[in-house]
């Protein structure tokens, strides 16, 4: 691999790391990040990233593509559908018929095709994919600030970053990776193993800090899960105007909030992920607690979380946000 990287391979030396191995159930490991960003403890990827890291890294930037960036869990799929919807011209039609990843596409998705049973065959090479789409683009991507395209730092296209509580994305986390059999064991050890900084993608606070430093870029939206719950119509607008579109029109606004409803999204087959069932991405079925729409409220976390579980979150939270301005989730 090219110097543009550190790579630290989760090799089973520390307990902590035999832990993850014994309860995550995907081949190998690193934490990878960008050679200058000395200090950075590394994003935990399953090898496989590897092979795509620097074609994402190198990749072209177009100043008309459009980016949702987010912490898995963080409410993605219902931004992703927001935006789409918002840049055309609510074509809820289009949006019921074409299924979400093929309109807006998870950029560095072939890092977890391990199987590849039934993923449809453009998307099993997800950068090519996105590198071929005709502008404008609209690409996911769950990676954090430093192993984005180089280009999004002078193209400066328009970015939406979405962020949610930690309790909730945990829990939401901890479902989707049984659901997706990459997860082993119960919820306390999987909040274990996310407070350790221990699963995919973490660390989570630097991710969510890292695109929170940016949130006056002129190119980059910041907004939070629990807002789009309290006052989904109010966001549409702030998204639209950020993305120079017009949402002003009261009944249409009224027809977007109903098309992204948690009730509509649940049963609407085009973004929730029941088309991943019976694919080697999904192989976990039956339990409606695994549904990927599966409660879509703010303070799920109590339903499951102990109290003494609860307590530790807030101590990591604390610590973790005591010399930042970031105001929220403590
Ligand atoms: P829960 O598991 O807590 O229900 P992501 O898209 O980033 O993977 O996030 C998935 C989470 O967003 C899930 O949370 C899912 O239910 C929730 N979600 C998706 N669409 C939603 C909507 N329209 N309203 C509220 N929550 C939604």
Known sequence: MEMNFRINEVDGVTEGDRRFMKHINHDKYVRITACEEGNKPGCLLPETFLDIAQRIRDMEVRETDIWVLSY??????????????????????????????????FLELSTFLTGKRGIPPLLKDSVSYVENMESPRF?????????????IKTVKPKIIYVARNPKDLCLSYYHQLVRQGLFKGNFEEMAELFLEDRVPYSPYWDHVLTYWEHRYDPNLLFIKYEDMKKDLPSICT????????????????SELCSHLSFEAMKSNVSVNYTFWENTDIVSCLGDINRNFMRKGKVGSWKEEMSPHMAKRFDTWIERHLMTTDFSFYR
């Open 238 to 253: 702030r998204v639209a105007s950020f993305l120079d579109e017009d949402c002003s029109d009261i009944g249409q606004l």
């Open 139 to 151: 690409i996911k991507c769950h990676l954090p600030w430093e192993l984005l395209p180089k280009q």
């Open 72 to 105: 898995p869990k963080s409410g993605t799929t219902w931004t992703q559908e927001m935006v789409w919807c918002i840049c055309n011209d609510l074509d809820f039609e289009s949006a019921k018929s074409t299924i979400l990843p093929i309109r807006f596409p």
